[in-house]
């Protein structure tokens, strides 16, 4: 069994879901602290040709875990629901991916980053066709940090092929937690390819998964992050 772990993350990028879709489980790191700065609370739409943040207000200190930690109120949720619908709602699979998100987003009842954030990942996996078994962090024993973190979770769920995203790859070989564990560490290869993006003059990388979807549909757009990379 191969297993990724990432942070939840707000409408994430196509690279987030290439990793769920090469591994057969996918673990939220929900038990670590927040970064309000991070990808945890933002990501990048394309809005008049030009990039915007779209940022979920949350209240308490920097300190606090990402699930221990409240949104801000309800105010943004009809203004995200809008900028999105202002951003692609023209686009030829716009009101398919903003009527699904819509579902969640306006949902009063979600009162956490990490439910917000986990629930809009599951549903956009689901609707990009990507079968993976979704599991918290938080529901497993681990004393570790870093990298020796991510080992005990490898070994609580019996895996040994462990998909990290590139951008680990440093912390991870440098403190070698790995190494005698009988787990195989494979560090993701994934390059945006340019697709047909409505409204730029020259192609956007990495921006939400919803700029893909609103362009490709959801067929297409599950096709894109399979194969790239």
Known sequence: MS???????YLPWAGYF?????????????NVQLDKPSWQVRNRILLNGRIQLITVPTLGPREQRIDQTLIDGHAWRRKHLQMLTHAYGKHPHGGEVIEQLGSVLLDEATTGLEQLNVRLVRL???????ECEFSNASEVDTQGTRSLRLVELCRHFGVRHYLSPAGSRGYIEQE???????????YQQFLPVAYDQRGAD??????????VVANLGWAKAGDY????G
Not at 3 to 9: E, G, K, N, R, S
Not at 20 to 27: A, C, D, L
Not at 176 to 186: K, M, N
């Open 3 to 9: 297993l990724a772990i990432m942070q939840p993350t």
């Open 18 to 30: 290439h990793l769920i879709s090469r591994v057969q489980r996918f673990v939220f790191l929900n």
């Open 124 to 130: 956009l996996a689901k609707n990009l066709g990507l």
């Open 176 to 186: 070698r937690a790995f190494d005698g564990q009988g787990i195989e560490v494979e």
């Open 202 to 211: 020259e192609f956007v990388p990495s921006l939400s998964i919803v700029d």
């Open 225 to 228: 992050v399979r194969a790239a």
